[in-house]
């Protein structure tokens, strides 16, 4: 690998072009044990993964070996696979219905862990893409809210692929804006942590971060390409 590239560079790099608050998830999904392990040593702390086959056995050969860890999950979510990614994860951006949630806040329950979470909306018509519309999510608020094993922090949202900057920029400010809406009918105690906004990714992340994203999700521009 060359020197400029390696991954701690790559780190220190984005660390410096980011406003301080915003937070950076390092995407591992597609990198090796000994990947995450270099960005570790880096100082990296919190990794997403989207597949959960992946994920299990990689978080597994990390546990020992880099304590600390904060794991997230990034990828949609599956009825089948809601228990097992809510032993694995402490963080989940992809929750996209209702159903969804109502499945996830049971097995938290049952498995007395209360997973971070955030919705997953989607904002723009997008065949590969799932997520609440703005309807779905502002009137299904009230259910979600009382789903008492979840702790909501925000919203999550994806870009279709091929927008100018503008379009980007109108795109993640739409996603800021209806988080704003969406704390306003939150009772307090809940609209306190109701903060985080899950936006960018190696190719959108500065437009993303111009329009208030908190949390950016970057594999690529760290670990190279998959
Ligand atoms: C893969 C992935 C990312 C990271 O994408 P890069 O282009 O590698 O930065 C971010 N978010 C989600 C949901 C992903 O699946």
Not at 29 to 49: H, I, L, N, T
Request: proline residues 6%; hydrophobic residues 40%.
């Amino acid at each position: 690998m060359d020197n400029d590239l390696t991954i701690a560079n790559c780190l220190e790099a984005l660390r410096h072009r980011l406003p301080p608050g915003v937070t950076l998830l390092a995407v591992s999904k597609g990198q090796s044990p000994e990947d995450v392990e270099q960005a570790y040593a880096a100082g990296q702390r919190r990794f997403g993964e989207s597949r959960l086959q992946e994920a299990e056995p990689k978080i597994r050969a990390l546990r020992q070996r880099c304590p600390g860890l904060e794991w997230h999950f990034i990828g949609q979510l599956q009825a089948n696979k809601v228990r097992p990614v809510a032993r694995a994860f402490v963080w989940i951006h992809s929750l996209d219905r209702l159903g969804l949630a109502q499945r996830l806040d049971r097995i938290a329950g049952d498995e007395g862990c209360c997973p971070q979470v955030l919705l997953q909306v989607k904002l723009r018509p997008d065949p590969n893409k799932v997520g609440f519309s703005p309807e779905q999510v502002t009137s299904q608020l009230p259910m979600l809210m009382h789903l008492s094993h979840l702790k909501l922090r925000g919203l999550m949202t994806m870009a279709p692929l091929g927008l100018e900057r503008e379009q980007l920029h109108r795109l993640f400010s739409d996603c800021r804006q209806l988080a704003q809406q969406l704390r306003s009918h939150l009772p307090s105690a809940v609209a306190r942590d109701f903060n985080q906004l899950s936006m960018g990714m190696s190719r959108d992340w500065p437009q993303a971060v111009a329009a208030g994203s908190t949390i950016v999700r970057i594999g690529s521009d760290i670990f190279g390409s998959r």
